[in-house]
């Protein structure tokens, strides 16, 4: 059995999400501001959905492309709310939420020496996922930009060798999001060196300030483009594992193979209540949508408070707080906070190893958690500074 691990899996690292949220998992009277779920349950009509597609006996495979009713919705979706054009048959893959969407699309592009650009902060995956499928990583560092790409910023990280750049706004880790100007400058850039935009949009719906703007919608980018959404975060259906990518139709059919062969389809139940979430779910994303605005003004408003420099999100449920006055750097603060005050937060390395004055904070948990939360934090950071 010696030397059987792959050695890109041996020198991968556990993300640091994780084994956060699996310390906190045994712990009593913790309060989470850790993983990215919400705290709302699945509205019920999406939740009735589900169970009534079980009654009526909705429980074979579906098409390795996913239920053609949810493609169907997904299309007119799209075409309605942005004018948007993808061909359910073609051109819309159903996965196991966006994660999937992204494992298979670096899957299906990626050659050996092929470079995929990341700016940072970014999602614990983007980076080992692209690995994964053979690809060497280029990271961009926003610090400097207010944790924004910039188009000069993406001029001097492209080369010859660069396939494809992943962008995820509203950001997690920051909540930052991008406005119809910086997209369209980010989109002239990739397109002037033909380089394909993986679009992680899956707290599109939750953009506060500005109207979420879905990449593909600018000219000719929809042809460069893979567009990646779900249902976890707008409608609190973490659990129920289901996205959907939409893109170039070569690009898609090569994803399908790999799908086909690993995953089979997403489950009915979750496609069938899916479908329902499309077609009745916006008067409850609004609802939660209000709530998580209210959070985040309480979450901004505190931290400056406690004296902890917190950029207002845009986007998304993360506020990314920089610690730089508390004296201690990102591992041993989250350490500390959970080990004396029981408070769970995310060290900003888990982002990004120069991170390490960051935190992240997960304002998805309840006004009263956030509050007690707070209070424990400010305790913490007096008691620090003594």
Not at 176 to 196: A, C, D, R
């Amino acid at each position: 059995m010696k030397n059987i691990i792959s050695k890109k899996v041996q020198e991968m690292q556990p993300s640091g999400i994780r084994a956060f949220f699996d310390l906190v998992l045994g712990m009593k009277e913790v309060i989470s501001l850790g993983v990215g779920e919400p705290d709302f349950v699945t509205p019920w009509q999406i939740r009735e959905a589900g169970i009534s597609s079980l009654e009526e006996g909705f429980t074979s495979y579906t098409s390795n492309k996913g239920l053609y009713k949810l493609r169907l919705t997904i299309s007119n979706y799209l075409k309605n709310r942005y004018g948007l054009e993808y061909c359910p048959d073609e051109e819309i893959l159903i996965t196991v939420g966006v994660s999937e969407g992204l494992d298979l699309t670096l899957r299906a592009i990626v050659e050996p020496g092929d470079k995929i650009i990341v700016p940072q902060p970014s999602y614990v995956s983007y980076g080992p996922v692209a690995e994964l499928a053979g690809a060497e990583v280029t990271y961009i560092d926003t610090q400097k930009t207010n944790f924004k790409l910039t188009p000069g910023l993406l001029e001097k990280h492209i080369d010859k060798k660069t396939k494809a750049i992943i962008l995820n706004y509203p950001n997690n880790p920051t909540g930052v999001s991008y406005n119809k100007k910086e997209l369209s400058q980010i989109h002239k850039v990739l397109l002037k060196h033909n380089v394909l935009c993986i679009s992680d949009e899956v707290y599109g719906d939750l953009t506060y300030d500005f109207s979420h703007i879905p990449f593909p919608t600018f000219p000719k980018a929809k042809e460069n483009t893979m567009y990646l959404n779900g249902f976890s975060k707008a409608y609190a259906m973490t659990g129920w594992r289901v996205g959907y990518a939409c893109g170039p139709k070569e690009i898609i059919a090569a994803m399908t193979k790999i799908h086909q062969y690993t995953i089979m389809c997403v489950s009915i139940t979750s496609q069938m209540a899916a479908c329902e979430a499309l077609h009745s779910g916006k008067r409850s994303l609004e609802e939660m949508k209000r709530e998580y605005r209210r959070r985040r003004e309480f979450v901004v408003d505190r931290f400056g408070e406690i004296g902890l420099e917190c950029r207002k999100p845009q986007g998304a449920f993360y506020a990314f707080v920089c610690i730089k006055n508390s004296g201690l750097k990102a591992l041993e603060f989250a350490r500390k906070l959970l080990k004396e005050e029981n408070v769970a937060v995310v060290p900003g390395t888990a982002f990004g190893s120069q991170f390490d004055d960051y935190i992240r904070v997960s304002y998805a948990s309840s006004y009263d958690n956030l509050k007690e939360a707070l209070a424990r934090i400010e305790k913490f950071v007096k008691k620090i500074k003594r």
